[in-house]
């Protein structure tokens, strides 16, 4: 059964890359304190912010205080995930190709836009996590109603199609670096997709919001989980949302294949 | 000899977009690019037996990375067809990925921050290797490499000389039938170039293994290569021994005496084409043929000290090819 | 002199040739000003004190001007080159490393604003209540301009001087972090400063992140009297007089002290 031992092939290379990994940060204890300090404080900064404004105003275009730092919350533990697991190792990807080095991926028994996402787990970024975790719990406690299990499950649904799409967006933007020669730009892109997770969508316009939906769909990662926890979400949007992660899914393959095409053709 | 790397008609040509000098030629370019076509790899064939050991040479540009990512399925071909082990690489099959292995020099694929017997376990997970060969695989290796010295210290630590030697091993510890080694001496001191050509040596020597090795140092070739494959503008100019090009396409010999008395330079030009005159040596540039019958000549005629009878190098060979454009 | 005009000359046609890359890290830096001006805008029409809602959308609209004019990021590279050894290239050179770093920095910014520069002037022609009253005022104007001018001077030194550290920690990059960090709060980026409670503003005012940003933009809406003015122009000055003195001195002393990295 190909399918399932090239899985469990992928699994266990993961697996022993999460080790190394976690070895690797350890060696770094100076680094991994600050930052982790860093990473705190840049959370200390958001909730400085949330309280600054709602010393301004009590609702900010219907989400309370409390919701709002669930939207935080969520976007650190989210986005601490992705960056984790894989942003910043697409991010990598534009150097790796102008340093010659990305051939090693191709070289490698694996599909090269696993392992190019996979290839690193970087501890540092858990920080993010394990801070959204404590913020998430006390938001959650301060709310009237806390969500019930059928909000929890949709909740952790919607998440993980909001990660899928995250990943889509990232892999269809580096796929850029294959068309373009130099893309150092990159990183700003994945700060770019963050910056709005962290605040509730319906502050937009109009027209952006709808782009932000359903053209770059970044309300699926953060927004709508939190429109789920806050009993905001509605039975179509999660329909939507499986289809929205379907669609991007899929382009991030083409536009992954389209760029490794143009990359086997034109690279000397 | 069961062919392992089989190439017909093999081409690539490439689009690339030309600069235009100057403040108003960036302008332009800013607008519209202009494109023009580069023949990288005229088509090309060549077959390549189990446990060869061929180098490729050419002048910068002159196609040999492009042929050897073609056969590393890093690239696709304009035309033409290729296989490697009997298979299509620019497929990049997992059986295919499993059993070859690319070396570039000065590239790393090693973790910076972690020891390099990290890494190698690393490889050894996604290679599928079981445990046991693992293990024999890894034991040979620090024999071949001496990599016992450095082998549990962080790569970012390693002079250049053992991060190249981890390199290989990296390369070389799933024990691939075929192996690209592109320019993996290049910036490294004597000492480890002669280590690393010792190692490729030997790996080709105990296990067969099929190497294409492209270098711009001839000595990589001349000690390794039994074959060589020199190419020029995307072009084979030469395919066969190596002893052979040095005896088709140098016609001469150099015969070197230390003079026991001066001699006028005059009166050596008639035995052959004075290269050195630096009495007491003396070199003389002979055609092939006459080496004997002259060399004898002179020892009757002069008296002499010394005299040595050299091969032209394979220096020698390559600079004529590259600028008579001599070729068979 | 001629020297630096050459080196412009040669950065622009290297960034000329990576065009979009250029034009996508305009966009991207653009972001976090649009989606604070979203936040603040927001709030401003639902709060009775505070600020109207057509200076905060003045003040971010121009902050990500300001912006794409004063930020630096060749304290970051000359970071990672001091850190690899690479910088060693340059001690050979007739040039100053700086100088190099400010002819690339320029050249970029020169090339970036083209667009939104127009953009901004259609604005300002075609519809001239758009933005806050006080920057249709001549004088207004040319006060931001010097501002802006003196924020990126300043900016873009204090880049370099946090980058000198890499001569002494290897954690370098951490510190440029919160350095990054600290710039966002303390320039009145992600909260106009005078949102903040008191104890903070006057926290910041002893930082420099407050006159790469928000200065410029308090001279703009007409939020400084005359002499308050001049008074943080002075202060810019003062702040690069005091960054140049630390590069110097630093770069003396690192170079001193510099293990080229590597072999």
Request: aromatic share 12%.
């Amino acid at each position: 059964m190909p399918f399932l031992d090239n899985s469990l092939h992928l699994a266990r290379v993961w697996l022993a890359i999460v080790r190394v990994s976690i070895i690797r940060e350890m060696e770094f204890r100076a680094n991994f304190i600050l930052g982790l300090v860093r990473q705190i404080a840049w959370l200390g900064i958001f909730i400085l912010m949330i309280k600054t404004v709602f010393a301004n105003t009590t609702s900010l275009a219907g989400w309370g205080q409390n919701e709002v730092l669930i939207i935080l919350s969520l976007s650190r533990i989210i986005e601490g995930f992705l960056n984790t697991v894989f942003s910043r190792n697409v991010a990598e990807v534009p150097q790796m190709i102008q340093a010659g080095t990305f051939d090693f991926i191709l070289t490698k028994p694996m599909p090269a836009q696993l392992y190019a996402s996979f290839r690193r787990f970087k501890v540092d970024s858990l920080a993010n996590v394990v801070a959204g975790i404590v913020l998430l719990i006390y938001a959650l406690t301060q709310l009237p109603t806390l969500p019930s299990i059928s909000s929890l499950l949709i909740f952790m649904l919607v998440s993980l199609l909001g990660i899928a799409v995250f990943y889509s967006l990232l892999i269809i933007v580096v796929s850029l670096a294959f068309l373009l020669e130099r893309f150092e730009g990159f990183y700003a892109f994945t700060n770019m997709f963050s910056e709005p997770l962290t605040v509730p969508f319906d502050i937009f316009p109009r027209g952006p919001r709808l782009i932000l939906t359903y053209l770059l769909p970044l309300a699926f990662v953060v927004f709508v989980p939190a429109q789920a926890l806050t009993h905001r979400l509605q039975g179509w949007q999660v329909i939507v949302s499986i289809v929205i992660t379907s669609i991007f899914l899929l382009l991030a393959h083409l536009a992954w294949r389209s760029g490794i095409r143009r990359y086997s053709s034109a690279s000397s | 000899m069961s062919t392992v790397i089989e190439t017909k008609n093999l081409q690539k040509t490439f689009r690339v977009h030309r600069k235009e000098p100057g403040l108003w030629g960036s302008l332009r370019s800013l607008v519209k690019r202009q494109y023009e076509t580069v023949e990288a790899v005229k088509p090309t064939s060549l077959s390549i037996s189990k446990g060869e050991l061929v180098g490729f040479i050419g002048p910068n540009g002159a196609g040999k990375t492009t042929t050897l990512k073609m056969l590393s399925g890093l690239l696709h071909p304009s035309a033409g067809t290729a296989t490697v082990l009997g298979q299509v690489p620019w497929q990049r099959s997992k059986t295919f990925l499993k059993q070859f292995s690319l070396v570039m020099g000065q590239k790393n694929q090693l973790w910076w921050d972690l020891p390099l017997y990290d890494s190698l376990l690393l490889q050894r997970d996604i290679y599928e290797m079981p445990k046991n060969d693992f293990e024999e695989s890894l034991d040979e290796l620090k024999k071949l490499l001496d990599l016992d010295e450095f082998l549990k210290i962080q790569v970012r630590k390693l002079s250049l000389g053992q991060r190249m030697r981890g390199e290989f091993a990296a390369a070389f510890i799933y024990r691939p039938k075929v192996l690209f080694l592109d320019e993996p001496t290049i910036g490294l001191d004597i000492v480890v170039q002669k280590k690393i050509r010792d190692f490729i040596k030997q790996y080709n020597q105990r296990h067969q293994a099929t190497i294409i090795l492209t270098s711009h140092y001839l000595d990589d070739v001349r000690e390794l290569c039994k074959r060589l494959i020199i190419i020029d503008h995307g072009q084979i100019m030469f395919d066969g021994l190596t002893d052979d090009l040095i005896a088709k396409h140098v016609n001469h010999k150099s015969i070197i005496l230390t003079l026991g008395q001066a001699v006028p330079k005059e009166d050596l030009v008639q035995y052959g084409q004075v290269i050195k005159y630096d009495l007491p040596t003396v070199e003389l540039r002979v055609p092939r043929t006459k080496t004997s019958t002259q060399a004898a000549a002179l020892l009757t005629k002069f008296s002499i000290n010394d005299i040595s009878i050299e091969e032209p190098s394979l220096e020698d060979v390559v600079r004529e090819l590259f600028t008579s454009k001599d070729y068979a | 002199m001629h020297k630096i005009l050459r080196v412009l000359g040669l950065k622009w046609s290297e960034n000329l040739e990576y065009r979009g890359d250029i034009i996508l890290w305009t966009i991207a830096d653009a972001l976090v000003p649009i989606v604070a001006l979203t936040i603040w805008y927001t709030v401003s029409l639902s709060s009775k004190q505070g600020f109207p809602p057509q200076e905060i959308l003045t003040y971010y609209i121009f902050a990500i001007f300001v912006r794409a004019i004063t930020t630096a990021w060749g304290g970051y590279f000359l970071a990672g080159e001091i850190l690899k050894g690479e910088i060693v290239k340059y001690l050979v050179r007739p040039l100053s490393v700086f100088w190099i770093h400010a002819a690339e920095n320029i050249t970029v910014k020169v090339l970036r604003l083209i667009l939104p520069l127009v953009v901004l002037g259609l604005i300002l022609w075609l519809k001239p209540h758009f933005f806050w009253p006080t920057v249709y005022d001549p004088r207004t104007i040319a006060f931001f301009a010097i501002s802006t001018i003196l924020a990126a001077i300043l900016l873009f030194i204090f880049d370099m001087v946090s980058a000198m550290l890499a001569f002494w920690l290897e954690d370098v990059m951490q510190i440029r972090e919160y350095q990054s960090m600290l710039y966002e709060i303390a320039s009145g980026t992600l909260i106009p400063l005078a949102f903040l409670p008191h104890f903070a503003q006057k926290l910041f005012n002893f930082l420099p992140f407050k006159y790469t940003l928000s200065t410029p933009l308090e001279i703009l809406l007409g939020r400084l009297s005359p002499f308050e003015i001049w008074q943080q122009l002075g202060i810019q000055l003062i702040w690069i007089t005091v960054c140049t003195t630390a590069i110097t001195v630093l770069w003396k002393k690192g170079l001193k002290i510099y293990a080229v990295p590597g072999q």
